[in-house]
């Protein structure tokens, strides 16, 4: 089952059981999967891959986390609580999330494989590493574990 047809789906069964926070999370997704689709359009119709429909979801997980941060900077709570509950179910749609050391022994085969030896070498590591860590591990650890392995 596509990522699309999962979303359909479960839209249904947030609307049938009244869980506001699911059904607008799901909704967010849904429309933004949709806005992709029209984006890309070529000559009618068009097809979002996989790869795509992960991007989609992934950026509005990176919105909802930055959204999260802004409303506790602004001392809005509930705000923060309504942006929590839509990035839990989020992440539900996103591949599982792998562990620190599984990304610094990630890093630490791209830095052996590039040769990288300095903090010059940096954007060479990073684009490899986030080409093999998408969707699964976030961007800011990576670039910690990169920087860290680096300076080293």
């Given amino acids: 089952m596509s990522l699309k047809e ?4 479960d839209l249904k069964e947030a609307m049938k059981s ?4 699911r059904l607008n999370a799901i909704r967010s ?3 933004a999967l949709l806005e992709k689709e029209v984006s890309i359009r070529v000559g009618g119709k068009a ?3 996989d790869e795509q429909e992960l991007e989609v979801v992934i950026s509005l997980a990176k919105k909802r986390k930055d ?3 802004q409303y506790i900077d602004a001392n809005r709570p509930e705000l923060a609580e309504t942006e929590k509950a839509e990035l839990e179910i989020l992440e539900t ?3 599982a999330q792998i562990s620190h050391e599984e ?7 791209i830095i052996a494989a590039t040769g990288a030896s300095s903090m010059k070498d940096m954007g060479k ?3 490899a590493a986030m080409k093999e860590l998408k969707g699964k591990a976030d961007g800011g650890t990576v670039q910690e574990i990169v920087k860290s392995a680096l300076s080293a």
Avoid: C, D, F, W
């Fill in 6 to 9: 999962r979303i359909n789906t």
């Fill in 18 to 21: 009244g869980e506001k926070n």
């Fill in 29 to 31: 997704i849904r429309a």
């Fill in 47 to 49: 097809e979002l891959t």
């Fill in 67 to 69: 959204s999260i941060q």
């Fill in 93 to 95: 749609y996103l591949p």
């Fill in 103 to 109: 990304i610094e022994q990630t890093v630490m085969t």
């Fill in 125 to 127: 590591v990073m684009g």
